[in-house]
């Protein structure tokens, strides 16, 4: 007899979301960041792997920078 695990019962949509899921998700539904990405495109600076530093995709800093005013967060606790 196989034993059911806890993924995959069908129960899934019935549990509480996190409160960091749920603020994400409601964030992604109040800004189009399709568009504020295309207009901040044109004014990043191309860097390479040659500046030493890893590079941060476009469509993360945005939502970075948001939540650092939203929460009152310093450059490094968001890292």
Known sequence: MKQLGSGGTGFEKYG?????????LEMDRLMSWAKLCAMLNPHCAKT???SGSR????????????????????D???E
Do not use: I, K
Not at 16 to 24: D, K, M, S
Not at 55 to 73: A, D, G, K, N, S
């Open 16 to 24: 509480n979301r996190p409160r960091r899921t749920q603020f994400l």
């Open 48 to 50: 390479g792997p040659v």
């Open 55 to 74: 590079t941060v995709p476009l469509e993360r800093m945005p939502r970075v920078y948001c939540m650092q005013h939203w929460f009152c967060v310093s």
């Open 76 to 78: 490094p606790a968001v």
